[in-house]
């Protein structure tokens, strides 16, 4: 079982929709859990972080974390087409750990 | 721009051949990161310091990859005897152990490729 999973996508949503992307991890002693957005040929830009159960929210974008279901994802309202990116979702214990991200195309 | 600096940011080298890249992190961040990302996959941890001091170290590293970080400032990422299966972005992080969740802002990256 991989550490950090996320499906690649791609996931095409419209434009003003709600785009939600899912990541489970494998490690229950995980503590702390990051989104982050790469725009290809670029470095990872992190969008927020969250390291209790339940939601967490900033702007546009939700993060919400079951600790129980190993389970965490990311919603961004009323998307817009600067949001077509990879999201990497990255684990953290003793060291940070990313999955191989989503790529998230938004349709104008 | 999160504060993080790389140098270079390309790098075009042919196989066999030495390179060293720098990363100045945030500066009042002690931990600073080294990963490796290929295309299609996300960061893989290499190294990381906690200021001069370098804690962990991925056995996915030959020993033909070392890092420094003299003052526990900036740092340097060395790769000797380059081969092609290095051809990657090199990213730098960098952040503060005192910020409780240890989150980690990215440098723009060095973009190694090996002919």
């Known amino acids: 079982q991989k550490e950090v999973e996320q499906n690649s996508g791609p996931l095409s949503v419209p434009e003003g929709a709600i785009a939600s992307l899912n990541c489970t991890y494998s490690d229950r002693g995980s503590q702390s859990f990051f989104w982050y957005r790469q725009y290809s040929g670029k470095s990872p830009e992190l969008i927020m972080f969250?390291?209790?159960?339940g939601d967490k929210e900033d702007g546009r974008f939700t993060a919400q974390l079951n600790k129980a279901s190993q389970y965490v994802s990311l919603l961004i309202r009323d998307s817009q087409p600067s949001d077509s990116a990879t999201y990497l979702c990255?684990?953290?214990?003793?060291?940070?750990?990313f999955g191989k991200g989503t790529r998230l195309h938004i349709l104008p | 721009d999160t504060g993080v600096s790389q140098d270079p940011r390309h790098k075009i080298t042919k196989r066999g051949q030495n390179v060293t890249f720098r990363c100045d992190p945030i500066?009042?961040?002690?931990?600073l990161y080294w990963y490796r990302q290929t295309l299609g996959q996300g960061p893989e941890f290499l190294t990381y310091f906690q200021n001069e001091a370098q804690l962990e170290k991925s056995r996915l590293l030959s020993d033909r990859f070392s890092a420094e970080r003299p003052k526990g400032s900036f740092s340097t990422l060395e790769i000797q005897r380059t081969e092609q299966g290095d051809s990657a972005m090199y990213l730098c992080?960098?952040?503060?152990?005192?910020?409780?969740?240890?989150?980690?802002?990215f440098g723009p990256g060095t973009r190694l490729t090996v002919l």
């Open positions: 500066s009042e961040h002690n931990r």
């Open positions: 992080a960098s952040s503060s152990q005192g910020a409780g969740t240890d989150t980690q802002y």
């Open positions: 990255a684990v953290k214990r003793d060291k940070i750990i």
């Open positions: 969250i390291y209790s159960n």
